[in-house]
């Protein structure tokens, strides 16, 4: 992994706690609808809805708006740290899938691919290994 992407991992890493309710998922309807599948994080460091489920209108409109908190602190911290939205956001992700996914859970990989937690996350490419 390039120097770069262990810099911008721990950045995200030390600024996770920081980040409030844009890291952690305090929620209990967005986190009935993740531990049941429905929802699940991405390696792009946003939410997502898995692919053939329906949440309720309601877990929708929670999920868009932590995304919308992260969005908000991703730009804050990129433009902190000098590295761009994406970066940061994806570097953030690296903890994201690890913490907010418990099992039986899903994610969606780096590749698009929703995958369920059945011994593990496994990190995109270009986080650091744990």
Do not use: H
């Not at 995200?12 to 952690?24: F, R, S, V």
């Not at 730009?75 to 907010?100: P, Y």
Request: glycine letters at 8%; proline letters at 7%; charged letters at 20%.
């Amino acid at each position: 992994m390039p120097p770069r992407s262990f810099l911008l991992a721990a950045i995200a890493a030390a600024t996770l706690a920081a980040a409030g309710p844009a890291a952690a998922i305090e929620d209990p309807v967005l986190n009935a609808a993740i531990n049941s599948g429905r929802v699940g994080e991405q390696a792009d460091g946003y939410l997502g809805v898995v692919d053939g489920a329906s949440p309720a209108a309601d877990v929708r409109a929670r999920l868009s708006q932590v995304n919308l908190q992260r969005r908000e602190a991703y730009i804050a911290m990129a433009q902190r740290t000098g590295v761009t939205v994406d970066e940061f956001s994806r570097a953030t992700a690296c903890k994201l899938l690890t913490k907010n996914t418990p099992s039986g859970a899903s994610w969606r990989d780096e590749n698009g691919s929703w995958r369920r937690n059945t011994s593990g996350v496994t990190l995109p490419a270009y986080c650091p290994p744990a």
